[in-house]
């Protein structure tokens, strides 16, 4: 069975620090890797996708995402993180049948 | 505007009644995906629509049922709810055919069971 993992459950960091959000998955097949964001009150939202070719990726906002297939990770990465920031970060993978949710990680940004 | 759009908002309903959710999918999708968001947890999976039927199932009893319409759209029923079903229902369009792009969720139906 697909699984995915998060680990940070929540994070703080202060404004201007970087930030690196750890996600693994565990299904054999195609590998179709998303990072979700919900910001307070809002839906779901896509930063970026990972299907094949260039394991860097780069999103939106600033975000970026690294694919090490050796250590099944998908790791969300970004330099400096700012107060609008703060929002809670899925990782999903799978396929376009189903799609299975990390258990999402919290971000707090400081001032 | 998540393009994706769902009704209603939020609703309370008491146990062992039962719940009809309403989602209507992004132009341009055909398939329609429903998840389950208890407090504090991720996303789990309820089932997909794709042409009208179900085609794919996530570890949920069968009171939980889905139809989907010929213009897309979708609806979540829930029968003989327990207090355990309160949640924050989501749903997610994609296409269903050709290349996987990822979802687009909507704003989810917050359920309380009482």
């Known amino acids: 069975a697909q699984s995915v993992s998060q680990h940070n459950h929540h994070v703080i960091l202060s404004e201007a620090a970087s930030l690196e959000l750890g996600c693994n998955y565990s299904?054999?097949?195609?590998?179709?890797l998303f990072w979700y964001v919900q910001y307070p009150g809002q839906h779901l939202q896509l930063l970026l996708k990972?299907?094949?070719?260039?394991?860097l990726v780069k999103g939106i906002k600033g975000f970026e995402a690294e694919f090490i297939k050796s250590k099944f990770s998908f790791n969300l990465r970004k330099p400096s993180v700012q107060w609008s920031d703060t929002a809670e970060y899925f990782c999903l993978g799978g396929s376009a049948r189903q799609l299975t949710f990390g258990s999402g990680t919290q971000l707090t940004v400081l001032p | 505007d998540a393009g994706v759009t769902q009704s209603p908002t939020h609703l309370i309903k008491t146990r062992g009644q039962q719940v009809t959710l309403r989602c209507s999918p992004k132009s341009g999708h055909d398939t329609v995906s429903w998840y389950q968001q208890a407090l504090g947890q991720g996303p789990q999976f309820i089932f997909q629509?794709?042409?009208?039927?179900?085609?794919q199932r996530g570890n949920f009893p069968d009171r939980f049922s889905g139809h989907q319409f010929p213009n897309y759209s979708s609806e979540l029923n829930v029968n003989a709810l327990l207090l355990g079903d309160s949640a924050l229902y989501l749903c997610?369009?994609?296409?269903?055919?050709?290349?996987?792009?990822?979802?687009?969720f909507g704003s989810g139906t917050r359920l309380t069971v009482v």
């Open positions: 299904y054999g097949g195609t590998v179709n």
């Open positions: 629509y794709y042409e009208e039927e179900e085609r």
């Open positions: 997610a369009s994609s296409l269903g055919t050709g290349p996987f792009y990822g979802y687009t």
């Open positions: 990972y299907f094949s070719g260039d394991p």
